[in-house]
């Protein structure tokens, strides 16, 4: 795909400096630019790469004053990151605007699919399943019965959604990640065995949200397991059976999550941090990374360490923590100078 400077600054509504019919094909950073390429300048430490740059077309905000002679065609904006990010968002859509059904794949004679699909070869779409306008299911992936998708909704290759899933509009779930199966529910008998526990209720996925790739999300035990609105979830992480996480919370890789722990609204938790199961995590509330959640955590707090608690107290503790060894040493000398001391008696 070709674009010329103009059509960027016709989508950008920004101003051409330079030559309006210049080409990019491709994007790059400022320091790696290549001919036909497009690149963009924000943090001003960066300034110098712009007069060196073979990038074709490059994205600055209107303040920038160059210092030097640039070869290089400009499109001024208000906020040249801003305005890349819009073309990374438009360069997405274009390059995965793909339509049509590829052959072979399988779809059951119950499924209902809206307008504008695509379902890649090698995809099995189950009994009763409902795909709203613009979805598109790529390669390799497994929606099971009776699952509901959204509109506008993306499926990348490999995904697998286990029966009775329902998922809302504008969700992206990235490749290898598994919706839906099993909770990790066992009862323990007499002779040391362990049998399964049915797993029969499911998983809800609301609007606008995106699952990272290799995450699990189980289904509920009974009732739902619920992802809500606008969640974000980065890669590798573990959700488990009747799980609640709040609107527009963000989550980490590596993240384990135990059942049935409710999760609030705007919390940001980071990787590797483990959450134990049938805990209340207020709204609001951020978790340091590699974090070991054994209670339930009240709104607005910032919390660290293992067992976690209040950020200001871990951040104090850290002074001892890390001068123990010093610490320790000082008392050993304080004790020896104690033993070599002649008792006084008082008269």
Same mark, same amino acid.
Do not use: W
């Given at each position: 795909?070709?674009?010329?400077?103009?059509q960027?600054?016709d989508?950008?509504?920004?101003?051409?400096?330079?030559n309006?019919?210049?080409? !990019?094909?491709?994007?790059?950073?400022?320091?790696?630019?290549e001919?036909?390429?497009?690149?963009?300048?924000s943090?001003?430490?960066?300034n110098?790469?712009?007069y060196?740059?073979?990038?074709? !077309?490059?994205?600055?905000?209107?303040?920038?004053?160059?210092?030097? +002679?640039?070869t290089?065609?400009?499109?001024? +904006?208000?906020?040249?990151?801003?305005?890349?990010s819009?073309?990374?968002?438009? #360069?997405?859509?274009?390059?995965?605007?793909?339509?049509?059904?590829?052959?072979?794949?399988?779809?059951?004679?119950?499924?209902k699919?809206?307008?504008?699909?695509?379902?890649?070869?090698?995809?099995?779409?189950?009994?009763? +399943?409902?795909?709203?306008?613009?979805v598109?299911?790529?390669p390799?992936?497994?929606?099971?019965?009776?699952?509901?998708?959204?509109?506008?909704?993306?499926?990348?290759?490999?995904v697998?959604? #286990?029966?009775?899933?329902?998922?809302?509009?504008?969700?992206?779930i990235?490749?290898?990640?598994?919706?839906?199966?099993?909770?990790?529910?066992?009862?323990?008998?007499?002779?040391?065995?362990?049998?399964?526990?049915p797993?029969?209720?499911?998983?809800?996925?609301?609007?606008? !949200?995106?699952?990272g790739?290799a995450?699990?999300?189980?289904?509920?035990?009974? /009732?739902?397991?619920?992802?809500r609105?606008?969640?974000?979830?980065?890669?590798?992480?573990?959700?488990?059976?009747?799980?609640?996480? /709040?609107?527009?919370?963000?989550?980490?890789?590596?993240?384990?999550?135990?059942?049935?722990?409710?999760?609030g609204?705007?919390?940001?938790?980071?990787?590797? !941090?483990?959450?134990?199961?049938h805990?209340?995590?207020?709204?609001?509330?951020?978790?340091?990374?590699?974090?070991?959640?054994?209670?339930?955590?009240?709104?607005?707090?910032?919390?660290?360490?293992?067992?976690?608690?209040?950020?200001?107290?871990f951040?104090?503790? #850290?002074? #001892?923590?890390?001068?123990?060894p010093?610490?320790?040493?000082?008392?050993?000398?304080i004790?020896?100078?104690l033993?070599?001391q002649?008792?006084?008696?008082?008269e």
């Amino acid at each position: 795909m070709k674009f010329t400077a103009k059509q960027i600054a016709d989508i950008l509504e920004g101003e051409i400096v330079g030559n309006p019919n210049e080409e !990019v094909s491709k994007l790059s950073k400022i320091e790696e630019g290549e001919k036909g390429s497009l690149t963009f300048l924000s943090n001003p430490k960066y300034n110098s790469f712009l007069y060196t740059t073979n990038a074709s !077309v490059a994205i600055v905000s209107n303040t920038f004053q160059p210092e030097k +002679v640039i070869t290089t065609t400009l499109i001024k +904006v208000e906020n040249a990151y801003e305005a890349f990010s819009k073309i990374l968002a438009f #360069y997405n859509e274009v390059k995965n605007n793909k339509t049509g059904r590829e052959n072979p794949h399988f779809m059951s004679d119950s499924a209902k699919i809206g307008e504008n699909e695509y379902i890649g070869a090698f995809s099995y779409i189950g009994e009763n +399943v409902i795909l709203g306008d613009n979805v598109k299911i790529y390669p390799s992936s497994y929606i099971g019965d009776n699952t509901t998708i959204g509109d506008n909704c993306v499926i990348f290759s490999g995904v697998k959604i #286990y029966s009775e899933t329902s998922i809302g509009h504008n969700c992206k779930i990235h490749s290898g990640a598994i919706i839906g199966s099993d909770g990790f529910g066992f009862a323990p008998s007499e002779n040391g065995e362990y049998t399964a526990i049915p797993q029969i209720g499911n998983v809800i996925i609301e609007d606008n !949200v995106d699952i990272g790739s290799a995450c699990t999300i189980d289904r509920a035990t009974m /009732g739902s397991t619920i992802i809500r609105k606008g969640v974000k979830l980065d890669n590798q992480i573990q959700v488990a059976h009747n799980v609640e996480i /709040g609107s527009n919370t963000v989550i980490a890789s590596q993240t384990g999550i135990a059942g049935s722990t409710k999760i609030g609204k705007n919390c940001m938790i980071g990787g590797q !941090v483990g959450i134990s199961g049938h805990l209340k995590i207020g709204n609001n509330v951020k978790i340091l990374a590699q974090a070991g959640i054994s209670k339930s955590i009240k709104d607005d707090e910032i919390v660290n360490g293992t067992p976690a608690f209040k950020v200001q107290d871990f951040n104090k503790s #850290y002074v #001892y923590f890390k001068n123990l060894p010093k610490i320790a040493s000082k008392i050993n000398n304080i004790e020896k100078e104690l033993k070599t001391q002649k008792p006084t008696i008082n008269e």
